[in-house]
């Protein structure tokens, strides 16, 4: 599991996961995890904002096990 958390400026949640996400494929995390032979990868982008917070959740599965 990897999770990132931004904040939501003025409210803006998904651009704020989206960046989150964005962030965690930049960083190489899934791939560090891959060379640890882990085949199921669950990536959390997570917004907040006052007190409001938004996930967006990606699953990658590697298919070739």
Known sequence: MILEV???????YDSACKGALEQIKAEGYVEELKADHIH????????????????????ETDKTV
């Open 40 to 59: 199921t990868i669950f990536k959390y982008g997570i917004a907040c904002f006052k007190k409001r917070c938004k996930v967006v959740l990606e699953k």
């Open 6 to 12: 931004k904040y939501a400026e003025n409210g803006a």
